[in-house]
T-cell receptor, first 117, second 111 residues
Framework: GAVVSQHPSRVICKSGTSVKIECRSLDFQATTMFWYRQFPKQSLMLMATSNEGSKATYEQGVEKDKFLINHASLTLSTLTVTSAHPEDSSFYIC?????????????FGPGTRLTVL | KNEVEQSPQNLTAQEGEFITINCSYSVGISALHWLQQHPGGGIVSLFMLSSGKKKHGRLIATINIQEKHSSLHITASHPRDSAVYICAVHAGGTSYGKLTFGQGTILTVHP
């Protein structure tokens, strides 16, 4: 099956620093990638939809200046958490959609656990 | 009330038992996913279906569009099946590819 990787898998940083998370589709081209956030014992929450070559679409309540998304190529999307604070500590997961249909299968990355001290 | 509801929230079983996890949704959908999340956090897509039934190994997923209901069955359960199982739907008319998630079902299979 299609593989999606994320890097890093785990990151610990100090409050005020910025952290970049990469999401790559390894063996397919992904026109759309999605970024999710998951708090302990809760389900995934969609943060934004990232389309290659265009601006990301953010969900209501998600600060676009706080969570910068860049989708520079069909295999790479990045999420940068700017000026991170302890409340940004969470599990961040990306997924990549295979195909151009509205409901084509999504493949999920292994996630990145961010801890902000 | 959430658009996607799963039951039960927690499920404990003995190895070998037949397991059923249910998912009900209140919106029109174009497709439904069953996902598996292990304790490490990574998510695996088990099934995507829009009608009928799919089978993969010991896993079976069914969907009834008219009743807005889907079930995930695990036959001959094994401790390695212990994970969180998540139902997610592509709601018709929403943003391209956007998924709405259920709250998940925590499955623990004891040896």
């Amino acid at each position: 099956g299609a593989v999606v990787s994320q890097h890093p898998s785990r990151v610990i940083c100090k409050s005020g620093t910025s952290v970049k998370i990469e999401c790559r589709s390894l063996d397919f081209q992904a026109t759309t990638m999605f970024w999710y956030r998951q708090f302990p014992k809760q389900s995934l929450m969609l943060m934004a939809t990232s389309n290659e070559g265009s601006k990301a679409t953010y969900e209501q309540g998600v600060e676009k200046d706080k969570f910068l998304i860049n989708h520079a190529s069909l295999t790479l999307s990045t999420l940068t958490v700017t000026s991170a604070h302890p409340e940004d500590s969470s599990f961040y997961i990306c997924s990549a959609r295979l195909g151009a249909g509205s409901y084509n299968e999504q493949f999920f990355g292994p996630g990145t656990r961010l801890t902000v001290l | 009330k959430n658009e996607v509801e799963q039951s039960p929230q927690n499920l404990t079983a003995q190895e070998g038992e037949f397991i059923t996890i249910n998912c009900s949704y209140s919106v029109g959908i174009s497709a439904l996913h069953w996902l598996q999340q292990h304790p490490g956090g990574g998510i695996v897509s088990l099934f995507m279906l829009s009608s009928g039934k799919k089978k993969h190994g010991r896993l079976i997923a069914t969907i009834n569009i008219q009743e807005k209901h889907s079930s995930l069955h695990i036959t001959a359960s094994h401790p390695r099946d212990s994970a969180v199982y998540i139902c997610a739907v592509h709601a018709g008319g929403t943003s391209y590819g956007k998924l709405t998630f259920g709250q998940g079902t925590i499955l623990t299979v004891h040896p």
